[in-house]
């Protein structure tokens, strides 16, 4: 969509408007507290979401979760260590993916190394969710989730949509792709 530099204009720059913060800066913020510090507290609320009956909603973990999203794996790619930062240094929340339908990954990590973006899906479940029966046998909660990454997986077999992640960035006159 263009960009236009003439106040009032009726077209409108999509991409700014996205790209607006939600957040206000407060003039005296309170002190930043040491990783230490912040991964005791962490741990803690983590342990006590989890022994919680809070614990087994999974949109209560998922809320727990965009808040520290150092506590959701994959950031530095599952094809081995890059030493690169997840791209775009953010995790992408219930990101929709074109063609798959009502399926949308909880989570999504692009990790990243020299040559490639890697999408990494992350599909949390709640941990009340009964895994296995008691004759051992897989769960219909376990096979619905192994269906979803199997789908998950023969979308990004296709060429097209592998290319959603194959791309450099946009230059001035041109539009970032939709992911």
């Not at 965009?66 to 990101?95: Q, R």
């Not at 192994?146 to 060429?159: G, R, S, T, V």
């Not at 791309?167 to 792709?177: D, L």
Request: aromatic residues 8%; contains cysteine; charged residues 15%.
């Amino acid at each position: 969509m263009p960009i236009s530099t003439q106040p009032n204009s009726p077209i409108i720059d999509t991409m700014s408007l996205s790209l607006r913060p939600t957040y206000e800066m407060h003039a005296n913020p309170p002190a930043c507290i040491s990783w230490e510090e912040y991964e005791s507290k962490l741990i803690a609320e983590w342990h006590g979401l989890l022994n919680s009956e809070e614990g087994n909603n999974e949109r209560t973990i998922h809320n727990f979760l965009i808040d520290h999203p150092s506590l959701v794996p994959g950031a530095y790619s599952m094809t081995g260590p890059s030493g690169h930062p997840p791209f775009p240094a953010a995790l992408l929340s219930e990101a929709a993916l074109v063609g798959i339908g009502a399926k949308v990954p909880d989570f999504i990590w692009l990790g990243s190394d020299s040559a490639n973006l890697t999408p990494v899906f992350i599909e949390i479940e709640s941990p009340a969710k009964q895994w296995f029966t008691k004759a051992g046998d897989p769960h219909h909660d376990l096979t619905q989730v192994l269906n979803q990454l199997a789908q998950w997986k023969a979308w990004l077999d296709q060429n097209e949509n592998r290319a959603l992640f194959s791309f450099r960035n946009p230059g001035p006159h041109e539009e970032a792709p939709n992911l």
